[in-house]
């Protein structure tokens, strides 16, 4: 980075405000430019201040992170980084943050000291890279698919891998699928303890039945599966009914789950199946979706300009694994256009 990223932090407690100022302030490619109590005096101070990144707190008297977080990005979006502490409460809050527009959401630092140094270390780089991303860029409402659009060959099996900006851009692509589309398997990025309640926030929001996966589950259509986060990959068995396998093994590419492990799985089933990439940081799935389509598979990328982070698709794209890339606005008639491409082509 040329500049040092300019960050403003919003947190009521005053040693907590302090403790991450502190944090930022040690990594020379910050700047901390000041700390606000509450959105009221923090709506000022991002005026003057014109900040590169917000982290921000959920839970503030007044007016709380998510109210606020919700106006920042309809009135003047950027880079926020949601500060909170991992409770239950705070799950469901934090899919709410991403669903909005938060780049991230971290657990505030706090612990014995290799702890705190870990969080301080993630809270440094986090920012980092939301200052790279580009938050500014918010789904456009996509018009719902209607039922019967589909009409796809039995066997097709559409797997979606994202990251960094991926619970934005599912609650908008999900949400324009039709009821009766094909079985859907999503890997995104997202720590153990967080996916059951991103699956339940989806399931309420959309038209398709959404669940968090578990092991020997058979795959239907008009489901969506999203794969556990935690210490397990999540497959797609071959079999008469393909059944998911949830696998415990090394990270692939750092995560647990990963894209690429699911997209290798999705190979066996060639021409019947959809592989799409979405927004994220680092490379995971492109050596999955490569081999998709050298299996036959269709294989759809988000395009740069809609991505949060155009990483994980640039990854893919430069790799030759994707076929065509769009905004994500277009990602579900061209999904669905695959779709019908199968059944006519097992017709």
């Known amino acids: 980075m040329t500049k040092p990223v300019r960050v403003l932090v919003i947190d009521d407690s005053a040693s907590m405000r302090a403790a991450i100022q502190r944090i930022l302030s040690a990594d020379p490619d910050i700047e901390v430019i000041g700390g606000a109590p509450e959105p009221f005096a923090a709506r000022a101070m991002i005026k003057a201040l014109n900040?590169?990144?917000?982290?921000?707190?959920?839970?503030?008297?007044?007016?709380?992170?998510?109210?606020?977080?919700?106006?920042?990005?309809?009135?003047?979006?950027?880079?926020?980084?949601?500060?909170?502490?991992?409770?239950?409460?705070?799950?469901?809050?934090?899919?709410?943050?991403?669903?909005?527009?938060a780049v991230d959401c971290i657990a505030k630092p706090s612990g014995n000291a290799a702890d705190l140094?870990?969080?301080a270390a993630l809270l440094r780089s986090t920012v980092k890279s939301a200052a790279r991303s580009c938050a500014h860029i918010r789904p456009a409402p996509i018009a719902?698919?209607?039922?019967?659009?589909?009409?796809?060959?039995?066997?097709?099996?559409?797997?979606?891998?994202?990251?960094?900006?991926?619970?934005?851009?599912?609650?908008?692509?999900?949400?324009?699928?039709?009821?009766?589309?094909?079985?859907?398997?999503?890997?995104?990025?997202?720590?153990?303890?967080y996916t059951a309640g991103f699956a339940d926030h989806l399931d309420r929001a959309t038209r398709v039945k959404v669940v968090e996966a578990s092991h020997g589950m058979t795959v239907e259509a008009g489901h969506?599966?999203?794969?556990?986060?935690?210490?397990?990959?999540?497959?797609?068995?071959?079999?008469?009914?393909?059944?998911?396998?949830?696998?415990?093994?090394?990270p692939v590419n750092g995560h647990r789950p990963s894209v690429d492990r699911l997209f290798h799985s999705i190979v066996p089933f060639g021409t019947r199946a959809i592989g799409v990439i979405l927004t994220g940081m680092g490379s995971d799935g492109a050596a999955g979706l490569l081999a998709?389509?050298?299996?036959?598979?269709?294989?759809?990328?988000?395009?740069?300009?809609?991505c949060v982070v155009y990483g994980m698709p640039r990854a893919a794209f430069a790799a030759g694994a994707v076929e065509r890339e769009y905004p994500l606005s277009a990602l579900p008639g061209a999904i669905l256009a695959a779709c019908r491409g199968h059944a006519r082509a097992g017709a």
């Open 117 to 119: 140094e870990r969080d």
């Open 292 to 306: 998709m389509r050298a299996a036959g598979a269709r294989t759809l990328g988000q395009n740069k300009a809609s």
């Open 224 to 250: 969506v599966y999203v794969a556990p986060g935690g210490d397990r990959h999540m497959a797609l068995a071959d079999d008469e009914i393909p059944t998911i396998r949830l696998e415990a093994a090394e």
């Open 51 to 101: 900040p590169d990144v917000l982290t921000l707190d959920i839970e503030m008297p007044g007016m709380d992170g998510l109210s606020f977080l919700e106006k920042i990005m309809r009135l003047r979006p950027m880079p926020v980084v949601m500060c909170s502490t991992r409770t239950a409460r705070g799950t469901r809050a934090t899919i709410e943050a991403l669903r909005l527009g």
């Open 144 to 193: 719902p698919m209607s039922a019967g659009a589909v009409q796809p060959d039995r066997g097709t099996i559409i797997a979606i891998g994202a990251s960094t900006g991926g619970v934005e851009a599912l609650f908008s692509l999900l949400a324009a699928l039709p009821p009766d589309c094909p079985p859907v398997l999503i890997v995104q990025h997202m720590p153990r303890g």
